[in-house]
């Protein structure tokens, strides 16, 4: 063979293998997440992102080293919701959180292709968001937190905690005293969040015990509340991202439902709307701040 063939092979090898070389060298694509939260804002995004990020981190990934999650506050509007679900299916990113019904709703219309978890409220099946729970079909899965569906849990539970109310009002804002009623479920909300202590205290001065959708109302003055393990569920919103981003379909991954509940109550508040509460209700109790 030719002295300049052999060197023209060599060289072709060379390049082929600098080429491989530079190949392997590419820093691997970093996913990117978009997260549309119902609660909180950048500054103190609340227990829900937090736990979220707390998935994450369980799985091993670190946002800005592996991962990217581009996270967008409902804030001040539910009307905002539709522009900030766009805004995430133009950044092209490669899963879709949603934790609130109407996002969940708008993800649903903007985007066939991108995969959707989310972190529903309410039945998604009967909001039509997945054909079943256990093939929910199209690209929508993720956790339900049956928010909504324990409502008559709730009272249940408040009227056996205070026998003699009879008039029970379920407060949708923060005009915590007009209805006449002698017993408050507090629906979780953008309001409600916002003037949770105002509400709390116009209830203990009031003389109104009341239910809340959350325990960390509790924490702050509330009566009771009973959940599904809140934390748990946006920790595994964390877990179906993985899943999806290691090539799995929404379409075959069941939506879960909550198998972890808490009650919890306040003997403080108790104490200061002058009730006690029956020993049969106090150890049913997963947590009794005293």
Known sequence: MKKAGVFSILFVVVLFAVAIIAEAQQPAKMPRIGYVS?????????????????????????EGKNILVEYRYVEEGLDRVPGLVT??????????????????????????????????????VA???????????????????????????????LKEAVPRISRVGVLWDGNAAKGRANALIVVRNRVVDRH????IDLAIKNRLPSVWEGGEFVQSGGLMSYTSDDPANFRRVAT???????????????????????????????????????????????????
């Open 196 to 199: 949770s202590k105002r509400i």
């Open 38 to 62: 119902g609660s909180g804002d950048p500054k103190t995004p609340g227990y829900q992102v937090e736990a979220f990020r707390q998935g994450l981190r369980d799985l091993g990934y670190i």
């Open 87 to 124: 805004e995430l299916v133009r950044l092209k990113v490669d899963v879709l959180v949603a934790t609130v019904t109407q996002a969940i709703r708008a993800a649903k219309q903007a985007t066939k292709t991108i995969p959707i978890v989310m972190a529903s409220p309410t039945d998604p």
């Open 240 to 290: 179906y991202v993985d899943r999806i981003l290691k090539g799995a379909k929404p379409a075959d991954l069941p939506v879960e439902q909550p198998t972890k509940f808490e009650f919890v109550i306040n003997l403080k508040t108790a104490k200061a709307l002058n009730l006690t509460i029956p020993q049969s209700v106090l150890y049913r109790a997963d947590k009794v701040i005293k």
């Open 127 to 157: 909001a039509g968001f997945v054909g079943s729970l256990a093939r929910p079909g199209g690209n929508i899965t993720g956790v339900v937190r049956l928010t909504r569906e324990l409502s008559g849990k709730r009272l249940e539970l």
